[in-house]
């Protein structure tokens, strides 16, 4: 049974709801009212100065002190050092959630300087927003069942519950209670956003299995009426997809999978590429689309991959990145990806090794290593940073500046 809410009609009621007290970030707990989220300066602080634990005294040097660089609670791993410019290495500016005993972050968005994030796998999951700079952590919703893919806009924050078929809705500031957008019987995956429009995919059966019920749906703004006849894709298994003005761009998630682009306005499907083994997630910039090719479990004897293709369909699929250049690396697993314009690179995560990578988007060169260790998951790029979120290990977000 399928139910649709209305977005427009949600803004104009306010719930008022208090932040839980659910994780410690630096010398401080989030959530808790007395914790300061400044970056210096703005409660009566020098602008290098911040009161951290709450207590009235600007105790934390935000230029030298690798527990609260920058921000409260941004921490500065691998013994790295904090100066003006940031933490030497990865910053670390929210953990532990949905809980430190069962942290498990998946994707992220950013959204006009915050960092949203979903994590959790059952009916424990959760959805939160911290600054990009760092600082304290607020909580969106609770109680999710395995939020998946999520999206920002002026209109809110929008999330797939994997477990619970539906998309989701909430305000930026976790002011409202969550709202249901849409209530599927099929599993919700991805979701993208910008101003205009919300789009999501969901399968009508297993990771790979084609059924009647697989789509693209799409949600249009402010009015947020949910339509699920605008991409019927009973032949696939779609996964994540990926926006620019004209069309929505997304995989099929099978064995010999495809990446698709489906017009916008009148949700035409243009094939870019197929016979991809298992494609998982995808991007895209002004001329091309980048997706990971990502086989798990059974079917590792298949080999994942980084790939483009021009989003006109002009050229073929080609690969950018495959396990050949990593001789000395066993079980690679492409998962999440990320370009923008702001420079020549595409950055993906990689599961299996486990690894924050980045290669030139023509295909050139040699594989850079960002960052190794942990279990990397959702990656973003944000001004002169690239953000990822670890699934494992204590459930946090981390950034890194982009090497020049």
């Keep these: 049974m399928r139910q649709a809410f209305r977005v427009g009609l949600m803004l104009s009621v306010a719930v008022a709801t208090a932040p839980a007290c659910t994780s410690v970030l630096g010398d401080f707990t989030v959530g808790e009212s007395g914790a300061s989220s400044s970056s210096g300066g703005s409660t009566g602080c020098p602008a290098d100065m911040a009161d951290c634990d709450g207590d009235g005294d600007c105790e934390a040097r935000l230029h030298a002190d690798p527990l609260n660089c920058g921000a409260c609670g941004a921490v500065c791993l691998d013994e790295g050092t904090c100066s003006e410019t940031g933490c030497s290495g990865v910053t670390e500016i929210a953990r532990g959630f949905p809980t430190p005993e069962d942290a498990n972050a998946r994707l992220l968005a950013i959204y006009a300087d915050e960092v949203y994030w979903t994590a959790g796998e059952g009916t424990n999951g959760s959805v939160q927003k911290v600054p990009a700079l760092g600082g304290a952590v607020t909580p969106l919703a609770a109680g999710q069942n395995a939020p998946y893919g999520i999206a920002v806009n002026q209109h809110g ?37 910008d101003e205009i429009e919300v789009f999501w995919s969901q399968r009508a059966a297993g990771i790979g299995v084609a059924g009647e019920g697989s789509l693209i749906g799409k949600i249009a ?62 991007a895209v910039d002004e001329a091309f689309v980048y997706w990971t090719n990502s086989p798990r479990g059974s079917d590792t004897e298949l080999q994942g991959a980084v790939m483009r293709a021009p989003k006109d369909g002009s050229q073929e699929a080609m690969a950018i990145w495959t396990p050949v250049e990593d001789d000395d690396v066993e079980h690679p697993a492409p998962d999440c990806i990320a370009v923008d314009g702001n420079d020549d690179y595409v950055y993906w ?19 850079q290593l960002l960052h190794e260790g942990g279990a990397p998951r959702g990656i973003a790029l944000h001004g002169g940073f690239v953000f990822w979120v670890e699934e494992k290990g204590g459930g946090g977000v981390r950034k890194l500046p982009r090497p020049r």
């Design 349 to 367: 995560t990689d599961q299996g090794t486990p690894r924050v990578l980045r290669k030139r988007k023509d295909g050139t060169g040699r594989q």
């Design 157 to 193: 924050v929008f999330w797939a519950n994997l477990n619970d078929t539906n998309v989701m809705w909430v305000d930026r500031e976790g002011q409202e209670d969550p709202k249901v957008i849409f209530d599927s019987n099929h599993a919700t995956l991805g979701v993208a956003a």
């Design 221 to 282: 703004m402010p009015d947020g009426w949910p339509d699920d006849e605008f991409r019927e894709a009973d032949d696939t298994s779609p996964h994540l997809v990926a926006l620019d003005e004209e069309h929505v761009y997304w995989v099929d998630r099978s064995a010999r999978g495809t990446v698709n682009r489906t017009h916008r306005g009148t949700g035409n499907t243009d094939k870019l590429a197929d016979d991809q083994p298992f494609p998982y997630a995808i």
